[in-house]
């Protein structure tokens, strides 16, 4: 199961089988850094974690474009 929200309040969940997650895009704290280009086959959004490996979100599992687009209205810089 894959699953990419982001909520009314800036929360993104991402959900990929057992592995849950939830990143403020609000925060500063939140570092985010996109590969490629929208409908590039290498296009990949990384979510940066501390200590940990990123989250990364493809266009297997979201439509980079509308993903894009509602990502921009909390991260105006991507």
Do not use: Y
């Not at 939830?22 to 925060?27: E, G, I, K, P, V």
């Not at 490996?53 to 990502?71: Q, Y």
Request: proline fraction near 5%.
């Amino acid at each position: 199961t894959r699953s990419v929200s982001i909520d009314e309040q800036g929360v993104l969940k991402v959900v990929v089988g057992d592995f849950s997650s939830q990143f403020d895009l609000t925060s500063p704290n939140t570092k985010i850094e996109q590969t490629g280009t929208p409908g590039s086959r290498n296009w990949r959004i990384n979510i940066l974690r501390r200590s940990m490996s990123p989250v990364a979100i493809d266009s297997r599992m979201v439509d980079s474009h509308l993903f894009l687009e509602a990502l921009r209205q909390w991260r105006p810089d991507l």
